[in-house]
T-cell receptor, first 115, second 113 residues
């Protein structure tokens, strides 16, 4: 199984809503990532979990809250988002952080629209 | 500084070879990567090259690295319509848990029948 599965594929939410994005991988990878991608732009790193511990937070606003319940799952909790947060949110995994951090397996993404 | 540059667009005819170019500024790059993103999809790692290599071939894909000029290219032989996508170049810099991935803006490849 070489897949990273993300749900939901599409999400529309108001600025006062609370929602979550979910990501799952069963490749035994020990590093998991959240990226944000705007149209026609490269992905921007948000968070890195390495061995289920938060290793990197790229100064992301606190309205985005990541969680790694176990080595296969990664969540991104969303609260009080702004319209400019509308984007494609990509989850990725790699065998580990460090040497393998460029060998990323990406999910198909969750397309978020904030009204 | 850390910068990766790519030309934004490339158009080729089906069956021709495509060459996508990338330049980077950080001479401490360890690995360089090519990712493909089809419309509405996530990114897919196509290939990568270690900085002490100058060429890597994988079926229709050939990666050339000129470390002196900090230039990376991806050649796709016999380009097909299914190769139409955005291609991102990325370089890995730093060491251990301080590694970073620096992305180019992407080259949009259009393959015309």
């Amino acid at each position: 199984d070489t897949e990273v599965t993300q749900t939901p594929k599409h999400l529309v939410m108001g600025m006062t809503n609370k929602k979550s994005l979910k990501c799952e991988q069963h490749m035994g990878h020990r590093a998991m990532y959240w990226y944000k991608q705007k149209a026609k732009k490269p992905p921007e790193l948000m968070f890195v979990y390495s061995y289920e511990k938060l290793s990197i937070n790229e100064s992301v606003p606190s309205r985005f809250s990541p969680e790694c319940p176990n080595s296969s799952l990664l969540n991104l909790h969303l609260h009080a988002l702004q319209p400019e947060d509308s984007a494609l949110y990509l989850c990725a995994s790699s065998p580990s952080f460090g040497r393998f951090m460029g060998e990323l397996f990406f999910g198909e993404g969750s397309r978020l629209t904030v009204l | 500084g850390e910068d990766v540059e790519q030309s934004l667009f490339l158009s080729v005819r089906e069956g021709d070879s495509s060459v996508i170019n990338c330049t980077y500024t950080d001479s401490s790059s360890t690995y360089l990567y090519w990712y493909k993103q089809e419309p509405g999809a996530g990114l897919q790692l196509l290939t990568y090259i270690f900085s002490n290599m100058d060429m890597k071939q994988d079926q229709r894909l050939t990666v050339l690295l000129n470390k002196k000029d900090k230039h990376l290219s991806l050649r796709i032989a016999d380009t097909q319509t299914g190769d139409s996508a955005i291609y991102f170049c990325a370089e890995s810099i730093g060491a251990g848990n301080n590694r970073k991935l620096i992305w180019g803006l992407g080259t949009s490849l259009a393959v015309n029948p």
